[in-house]
């Protein structure tokens, strides 16, 4: 499992005192304003001095980035987290944990591919499963689907609702 995962991309810079404009990879942007570090895809630290939410943006101000010319050079950059840093609720999950686990009929034990991206709708997430043939089924993130997620063991277990998989 990979320990830091992209949370948000530097955009533009805002303002005269050297903030940036961040757009959030996250459920909302209001979760990207909780870190007071994040991290550099080296792993370095980045300390965020503060962080508030404009218009589904993100405005942040990074320690040591005082003025436009050094906001200007961290456009484009990705902001990463630290997955220690969160305590997920039970069956909540990163995306990119989800990726790449084979799905499989609970009952039955066929595998209907693996998932390959996931959509927020709003109601509810729906996972995208592509079998070995490059057929993408979607299939909705409900309990009555989704009987079992084994991160570890790389298998989501599922109990499709009839004609799903037609």
């Known amino acids: 499992m990979k320990r830091y995962l992209e949370i948000g991309k530097i955009v533009s ?12 990879w996250c459920d909302s942007p209001g979760f990207l304003t909780e870190f007071e570090i994040l991290h550099w895809k080296s792993g ?16 942040m101000k990074i320690n040591g ?44 034990g066929v595998s209907y591919g693996k998932i390959t991206d996931v959509s927020e709708t709003g109601a509810n ?20 689907v989704v009987i079992e997620t084994d991160i570890e063991g790389g298998i989501m277990k599922i109990r499709p609702i009839p004609g799903l998989f037609d």
Do not use: W
């Not at 370095?44 to 405005?59: G, L, P, Y």
């Not at 010319?69 to 997920?88: G, H």
């Open 65 to 108: 980035c005082d003025t436009v010319e050094q906001a200007q050079k961290l456009r484009n950059r990705v902001l990463y987290m630290d997955r220690n840093d969160v305590e997920l609720s039970e069956g909540s999950y990163f995306i990119q944990d989800l990726i790449g686990l084979e799905v499989i009929d609970t009952d039955s």
């Open 44 to 59: 370095d630290d980045v300390k965020v001095e503060k962080a508030r939410v404009h218009k589904n943006m993100v405005v």
């Open 125 to 144: 997430d729906v996972y995208h499963i592509v079998n070995d043939e490059g057929k993408l089924s979607l299939i909705p993130a409900i309990p009555d």
């Open 13 to 24: 810079v805002f303002g005269i005192k050297g903030e940036v404009k961040v757009q959030p």
